[in-house]
């Protein structure tokens, strides 16, 4: 599918393994959705543009490449989003940082919105939309819904674990913007979590139940 990418990385699959541990607690959790975030926004940012600068090496002067004057917001899914935007800002320390807050309805699984705040002039971002998980795909969908009503207008998507039936609406939905998976999981129970997932990403990160 053009504009959706899931990771390969040895790395970012071996530190998965161990989120889907039942016996990993909150704290090294916390940690490892951090790390995974830091890898996974070090391959969504590939295309980031660059330009030369001029600079003044101790032996002479030279132009070299930098990230172009383009700015970035990152705005996490709250709460499990949370989780993921320190590991964003490490690799883009200047970014501006949005906050969306919705949450699974228990029985329709479709998302309610209770907060939306994002930076100014986002029509001139890249915008870095964070949740781990992905499952009916309500909640990512309805996130860029927002952003693209508030003039968003390239958006990247970060979620640590897919499942297939989320992928696919959130990418018929907005076939523009780029989908950056950790692991394609098998699908939903009945009760719409990832299988095998990793359980509930939000009170795992939190440690609430
Ligand atoms: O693709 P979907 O079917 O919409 O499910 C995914 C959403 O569910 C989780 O949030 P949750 O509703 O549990 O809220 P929380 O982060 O506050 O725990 C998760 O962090 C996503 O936002
Ligand atoms: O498996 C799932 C599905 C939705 N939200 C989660 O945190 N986990
Ligand atoms: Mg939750």
Do not use: W
Not at 151 to 170: M, V, Y
């Amino acid at each position: 599918m053009e504009n959706v990418f899931v990771m390969d990385h040895p790395l970012i699959q071996h530190k998965i393994s161990m989120l889907r541990d039942c016996r990993t607690g909150t704290n090294e959790f916390r940690k490892l959705v951090e790390e995974i975030a830091v890898l996974m926004g070090y391959e969504a940012f590939r295309d980031l543009p660059l330009m030369e600068v001029e600079v003044r090496t101790p032996i002479e002067s030279c132009r070299t490449p930098m990230i172009s004057g383009k700015k970035l917001a990152v705005v996490p899914i709250l709460r499990a989003g949370l989780g993921m935007v320190s590991g964003i800002l490490t690799l883009v320390p200047s970014a501006k940082v949005g906050h969306i807050g919705l949450y699974r309805d228990p029985v329709t699984h479709e998302p309610k919105e209770y907060y939306c705040k994002l930076p100014e002039s986002i029509e001139q971002r890249v915008v870095t939309v964070v949740d781990p998980m992905l499952a009916t795909g309500g909640s990512a969908e309805a996130a860029v819904n927002f952003i693209k009503e508030k003039g968003g207008k390239q958006i990247k998507f970060l979620c640590i674990i897919a499942a297939p039936e989320g992928l696919e609406r959130l990418h018929r939905s907005h076939p523009d913007i780029q989908i950056y998976c950790g692991h394609l999981d098998r699908g939903l129970d009945e009760n719409a979590y990832i299988c095998p997932g990793l359980g509930d990403a939000g009170d795992r990160i939190f440690g609430t139940k």
